[in-house]
């Protein structure tokens, strides 16, 4: 069965980093594109980046230069790398394999608040 | 351009047919994705690559497509129906993605 799980969300200050995991099973990261998706509070669905199976990367405007996607084979996770974290980047982020296709999906979302 | 437009609100009622649109430049060289989304809950793919329902949606949802304009029609819609809907595609560089702002549908 398809699996994915994120982790590594939280409550962190504006300026600060964290970094979610996507840990996969019953596909592999490096063999699918992978997306990051976020939905802020009382906000509607932005599109964060995307990883190609090439490994070229492409990051929306609101998040390029702060915001790194990447994956590991050996554990089959893909990440992202958030750093100079701001008030807006609070949202509800989902990994999600092979977007607009009949086997895309998604994981159950993770919660990232970034608060003074 | 890298822009989808949607209505923000629609409405329809119980039973009745609704088209919700999606404009873009990109769509007339990128295949269009519907998604329903309810509060709490992880967005659900409705219809994929313009015209195709995802698995478990019921047949009362179709996808078309004509030009700039990309649309998702509920046939005899249902209360449960009730949801925003978002459209996402890849821009007009093929290589970012984008999503509509979504329209909120009402059932009457």
């Known amino acids: 069965d398809v699996h994915v799980v994120e982790s590594g969300g939280g409550l962190v200050q504006p300026g600060g980093s964290l970094r979610l995991s996507c840990a996969a099973s019953g596909f592999s990261v490096t063999n699918n594109y992978m997306t990051w998706v976020r939905q802020a509070p009382g906000k509607g669905l932005e599109w964060v980046s995307v990883?190609?199976?090439?490994?070229?990367?492409f990051y929306a405007e609101s998040v390029k230069g702060r915001f790194t996607v990447s994956r590991d084979r050996s554990t089959n996770t893909l990440y992202l790398e958030m750093k100079s974290l701001r008030v807006e980047d609070t949202a509800v982020y989902y990994c999600?394999?092979?977007?607009?296709?009949?086997?895309?999906?998604w994981g159950q979302g993770i919660q990232v608040t970034v608060s003074s | 351009s890298s822009e989808l437009t949607q209505d923000p609100a629609m409405s329809v009622a119980l039973g009745q047919t609704v088209r919700i649109t999606c404009q873009g430049d990109s769509l007339r060289s990128h295949f269009a994705s519907w998604y329903q989304l309810k509060p709490g809950q992880a967005p659900i793919l409705v219809i994929y690559s313009e015209t195709n329902r995802a698995s478990g949606i019921p047949a009362r949802f179709s996808g078309s497509s004509s030009g700039s304009t990309a649309s998702l029609t509920i046939t005899g819609a249902q209360a449960e129906d009730e949801a925003d809907y978002f459209c996402n595609s890849r821009d007009t560089t093929g290589n970012h993605w984008v999503f509509g702002g979504g329209t909120k549908l009402t059932v009457l």
């Open positions: 999600v394999r092979v977007p607009g296709t009949s086997d895309e999906f």
């Open positions: 990883l190609y199976i090439g490994s070229r990367t």
